[in-house]
């Protein structure tokens, strides 16, 4: 996946052979925010913008900006793999929040 960040957002870039221009879409947000450029450059830029404005319709509105993700992670696991996963962090010496945030790293680098 390609990624480009601004300001802490990240968003999702792909070329669109037809239009033959390059599209974002600002990620993890719960509004749809998209731009594109022609090229990485003017893609930057539209970026920068689509971010900008976003910060600006929200304080006109009056209404907190969803922000990046914070780092902190609430999951819903079903009991006995909570439980296995407690024990497997026990088991190399570290706590569950270690130890997940590990299996995380190693799952989002492969």
């Not at 993890?28 to 022609?38: K, Q």
């Not at 992670?73 to 407690?86: D, G, I, K, Q, Y």
Request: net charge neutral.
């Amino acid at each position: 996946m390609n990624t480009m960040t601004h300001g802490g957002y990240t968003a999702r870039i792909e070329f669109d052979e037809r239009d033959n221009l390059f599209v974002g879409r600002i990620l993890g947000l719960r509004s749809i925010i998209s731009f594109h450029g022609e090229t990485v450059t003017q893609l930057r830029r539209e970026f920068a913008s689509a971010v900008k404005d976003y910060l600006q319709d929200c304080a006109e509105q009056g209404v907190e900006p969803e922000k990046p993700a914070s780092g902190k992670l609430l999951l819903r696991v079903p009991p006995e793999m909570h439980s296995r996963a407690l024990v497997a962090a026990q088991a190399k010496g570290k706590s569950l929040n270690q130890w997940a945030t590990e299996a995380l790293r190693d799952a989002l680098e492969h």
